[in-house]
């Protein structure tokens, strides 16, 4: 039998343990993308009142963006055909495991979710230009309607493991000083949330949805600054090996990335650009949700590039 250590790590024994291209960190943003706009759109119509047209629809948004994010994965699989095994077991240990079965999982609650939101005149002509399929959408409406309260509560619960497990998926690999840190889960799950709330403020949303978002945002944005600093003071209190870690994100070759992306775009622009917005009364832009969106990604990306560094 043979044993691969892969805590040990020799630039001359082993020139290169780079595995994981774009796709991965794509992968990561797009299912944390469509974990906090599942989150998100269920509390939005409950506490914002009556959803507004754009915030309807946008609930199709999270399979569109899980199939995407997929189709990332999918590109990054050495045996590509092998796919279905996933769904063969239920593996409890096995981070992947959890997260093919929550992928599974959106489908049905997003859809149904996305279509006991429309009104009447909306299913209606989404079910005729459905063709064939306009049963299922009246069949999936019918079925959704008397259960929103529990459709609400399944939006969460698998938006929120959906959100956790995009950052489980890396600190389960403990043999990576820069992955192994219990906050990696939560940090993903509140850089998610910000990120699903940016995107839906590109949208036209109406004032009062805007306005309870925007507080969302900024609970979701404080959160992660918080887990940011925390995963920060982790590594430097974890040794050589977890100092190490984070030097290369503060000052070594992913540093740039990592105060200009990940903080400066995810975090203190969009802050600015907000406040000044505010204070001016000026007219809410598409900037500041833009500049959350590439710091969202730049952290995925920097985590996983950094992380087999």
């Not at 070759?253 to 105060?259: E, I, N, R």
């Not at 969009?270 to 710091?295: C, F, I, K, Q």
Request: proline content about 6%.
């Amino acid at each position: 039998m043979t044993e691969l250590d892969l805590s040990r790590h020799s630039p001359l024994l082993d020139p290169s343990l780079h595995v994981w291209g774009w796709e991965i960190p794509v992968y990561l943003f797009l299912g944390g993308l469509a974990a906090g706009a599942m989150m998100l759109l269920p509390l939005l119509a409950a506490r914002a009142g009556p959803p507004s047209r754009w915030s309807r629809w946008l609930g199709f948004a999270v399979p569109l963006l899980v199939t995407v994010g997929m189709g990332a994965l999918l590109l990054d699989l050495e045996h590509k055909l092998h796919v279905y095994r996933f769904y063969l077991a239920f593996r409890w240990s096995s981070p992947m495991s959890w997260g093919a079965w929550i992928l599974l999982l959106v489908y049905p609650v997003s859809l149904l979710w996305a279509l006991a939101a429309l009104d009447e005149e909306e299913a209606a002509a989404l079910a005729r230009r459905a063709g064939p399929l306009g049963r299922l959408v009246t069949a999936g409406r019918a079925l959704a309607l008397p259960r929103l309260t529990a459709l609400r509560w399944a939006s969460l619960v698998v938006g929120l493991g959906l959100g956790v497990y995009t950052g489980i998926l890396l600190s389960a690999l403990g043999a990576r000083s820069l992955w192994a840190s219990p906050v990696m889960g939560p940090l993903f799950l509140a850089s998610g949330v910000s990120s699903g709330a940016a995107l839906l403020a590109l949208f036209p949303l109406e004032t009062r949805e805007r306005r309870w978002l925007g507080g969302a945002h900024y609970k979701a944005m404080a959160a992660e600054a918080v887990l940011l600093l925390l995963f920060a003071l982790g590594l430097a209190s974890g040794g050589a090996a977890g100092k190490a870690a984070l030097a290369s994100l503060v000052q070594g070759p992913y540093a740039l990335a990592f105060w200009g992306l990940v903080v400066g775009c995810g975090l203190g622009l969009p802050l600015l650009v907000e406040a000044a917005e505010a204070r001016t009364r000026l007219r809410h832009t598409v900037l500041a949700p833009a500049l959350v969106l590439v710091g969202g990604l730049a952290l995925r990306w920097v985590m996983v590039a950094a992380g087999q560094a």
